[in-house]
């Protein structure tokens, strides 16, 4: 840990961080941590006992009232999304995926295809810029903000928010940083990717200091509601926007940020 961000630390928690983001994006879900562990919580239910989709997992705990913490590991792989485990870096990608990406092949699946990417070839280009993957730890735990213990310094934070939500994290996230296009990407990949792989520095070639907005993936669609979006914070940044919220315009113009009165398309009337 570096100097200022453990001093940062003593000043604001986890559970402060958590309250602050979600104060600033008013919302409706809960903030939620990443990190990795050699032990798993008393309080931690693995991924897979809640679906085999490990991102379908992560948003059914920021939207419960009742779980605290998930976990996958190397003992609790079975049950779990194959592509879920080689973006988590417990396991290697297929070498049949980049058929399973594009446009199919009969040896793999009986041609079971997704189409999200042109062609095999660019597909397995593709992957591989992602470069080399690895797990935070023998566990990779995710866990509300408001329920983590003081002393777990996580890699990132998560949230999920409607769009009006989203822009106004974005625009605090930007609001004591210089770089005008840098800071936020909307990279290509699973949703586990978009929510925990590249926010928390576990893809080799993830740009550093970046938050990632997402998902991009398609798939997911019939289980990600479709008014929302994922925001997968580095803990640097998110300690940063923390600090920053009581001097932004989400507190000194709040009539901005959430306005009473709004001009209204009737063409965009459901």
């Known amino acids: 840990m570096r100097r200022n961000e453990s001093l940062l630390m003593q000043k604001l928690t986890v559970e402060g961080i958590g309250g602050k983001i979600s104060q600033a994006g008013r919302l409706k ?65 297929l070498p049949m995926l980049k058929y ?17 990417v042109a062609n095999p070839d660019l597909a397995e280009q593709r992957i591989k810029t992602v470069g080399k993957i690895r797990p935070l730890g023998k566990y990779i735990i995710i866990r509300t903000c408001k329920n983590t213990p003081n002393d777990i310094y996580p890699a990132s934070i998560l949230c999920f928010g409607e769009a009006e939500q989203i822009r106004n994290l974005a625009t605090l996230i ?41 998902p991009t993936d398609p798939t997911g669609n019939h289980w990600f509601p479709p008014n929302y979006l994922s ?18 315009f989400i507190i000194k113009r709040p009539m901005v940020a959430y306005p009473e009165k709004r001009t209204i398309f009737k063409s965009l009337k459901d």
């Open 174 to 214: 930007c609001f004591s940083a210089v770089e005008a296009f840098e800071l936020i990407k909307m990279p290509f990949g699973p949703s586990c990717g978009s929510f925990v792989t590249f926010p928390s520095g576990m893809a080799e070639n993830t740009p550093k200091d970046c938050v990632i907005l997402g």
């Open 29 to 93: 879900t809960r903030p939620l941590c990443i990190y990795g562990s050699e032990t798993v919580p008393e309080d931690s239910k693995p991924t897979k006992s809640m679906n085999r989709c490990i991102a379908q997992a992560i948003f059914t705990l920021a939207v419960s009232d009742e779980l605290k913490s998930i976990h996958i590991g190397n003992d609790e792989l079975k049950g779990c999304c194959p592509g879920g485990l080689a973006w988590f870096g417990f396991k290697e990608f």
């Open 100 to 116: 399973f990406l594009s446009t199919g092949i009969q040896e793999f699946r009986n041609g079971a295809a997704e189409f999200l």
């Open 231 to 248: 925001l997968g914070i580095p803990i640097g940044i998110a300690q940063r926007i923390s600090a920053d919220l009581d001097d932004s």
